[in-house]
């Protein structure tokens, strides 16, 4: 059993609190490990206007409907879950390619694909095959965390799309919900990403929302959970499999989902996790203390969410003569 936060932490309470979109100020947060390979300025002369075109199509999208960020943000963590940041993430299926969306992880659950090729046009009409679809993956990532009242930072570009996916990758290489704290770490540190990192850049489920069927055995079955919280989420999410239930949505973070902030792990504190995978951070294990340092510092979440995402951006990129730029995000050319 997780022990209780101190109360100058964090104060827990049975209630959910209705959200209410609050204006943050962001942080302004210096990147982490660097890589030779890519570089923040790649762009500056070839399409300088790449991250107004972005940043342009993800407001909209985002304003549009704001659980739109979480899904960007979510398709970033699983491409560069597998194979690396290479857009591998964003090919179709094709009589003769098998690409990763029908992975498990990824059937039925990630989204917003539409944006980044509304994206990739904005792109391609300031500076044709230029930019990489895996490097707009990465900006739109940085840009919807921002509009939702997170940090930012300088995103690292130069990559290129890879022509490859890996279907058994996306089934093996990302954390499932289920996961404990061990393969969750060993999960991460695959990548090259410290535990420190993976607390840090788990903290992305303060913003966006997951199906019934990803937390129905942890609000049903899990007995490091609010018992309040859980009757809660159990009265949208029926408890047999394959009902017309299992694709009902709840908040990743009960307090504030469509903002950027630290509730997240104020939740984990009170045991409110909406996921098995959530509330393992907080659990009477090794990730404990960081939990309750980051409910109770936000600016310390951001500085190494940040740190986290630019290390995560730095996994195995295709660059210099490797892969190609995609015409369409979609398809190999």
């Known amino acids: 059993m997780a022990p209780a936060a101190p109360a100058s932490a964090t104060k827990c309470s049975s209630g959910i609190v209705i959200s209410v979109l609050l204006p943050l100020a962001l942080l302004m947060a210096a990147a982490g490990t660097s ?27 985002v304003a549009s409907e ?27 299926d094709t009589p003769s390619f098998q690409g990763e969306k029908m992975a498990n992880p990824n059937n039925g659950s990630v989204r917003g694909f539409e944006v980044i090729d509304a994206v990739k046009s ?15 993956l990465a900006i739109a990532a940085r840009d919807s965390v921002v509009i939702l009242g997170g ?5 690292k570009v130069g990559r290129r799309d890879s022509t490859t996916a890996s279907f058994s990758g996306a089934n093996n290489n ?5 996961s404990g704290l061990a393969n969750l770490t060993s999960l991460f540190a695959a990548q ?3 535990q420190k990192d993976m607390v840090a850049l788990s903290g992305a489920h303060t913003i966006g929302q997951a199906r019934c069927t990803n937390f129905r055995a942890h609000v049903y079955n899990d007995t490091n959970i609010d018992g309040s919280f859980a009757r809660t989420r159990q009265s949208g999410c029926p408890r047999s499999s394959g009902s017309s239930g299992d694709n009902n949505l709840a908040p990743l973070d009960l307090q504030t989902p469509t903002v950027f902030e630290n509730n997240y ?16 951070l907080f659990n009477g294990g090794a990730t404990d203390a960081l939990v309750q340092s980051y409910a109770s510092g936000q600016s310390e979440f951001f500085s ?7 290390k995560m951006g730095d996994i195995t990129p295709l660059t210099g003569s490797g892969g190609q730029i995609r015409k369409n995000c979609r398809r190999v050319n």
């Not at 790449?50 to 407001?59: P, W």
């Not at 990302?174 to 289920?178: D, E, K, L, R, Y």
């Not at 792990?265 to 393992?280: I, R």
């Open 151 to 155: 940090p930012t930072w300088d995103v």
């Open 122 to 136: 904005a792109v391609e009409k300031v500076c044709p095959g230029v930019v990489s679809c895996a490097d707009i």
């Open 174 to 178: 990302i954390p499932p919900p289920t």
């Open 66 to 92: 704001q659980r739109m960020g979480a899904s960007i943000v979510r398709l970033f963590f699983h491409d560069c879950f597998v194979q690396g940041c290479d857009a591998s993430l964003l090919l179709d």
């Open 192 to 194: 090259g990403l410290s």
């Open 265 to 280: 792990y104020k939740n984990l504190v009170c045991k409110k996790g909406l996921l098995h995978s959530d509330q393992e």
């Open 304 to 310: 190494d969410f940040v740190t986290g995402m630019v």
């Open 35 to 61: 890589s030779a390979q890519l570089s923040t300025g790649f762009y500056s002369s070839s399409c300088p206007g790449v991250y107004d075109a972005v940043k342009s199509v993800v407001q909209s999208a």
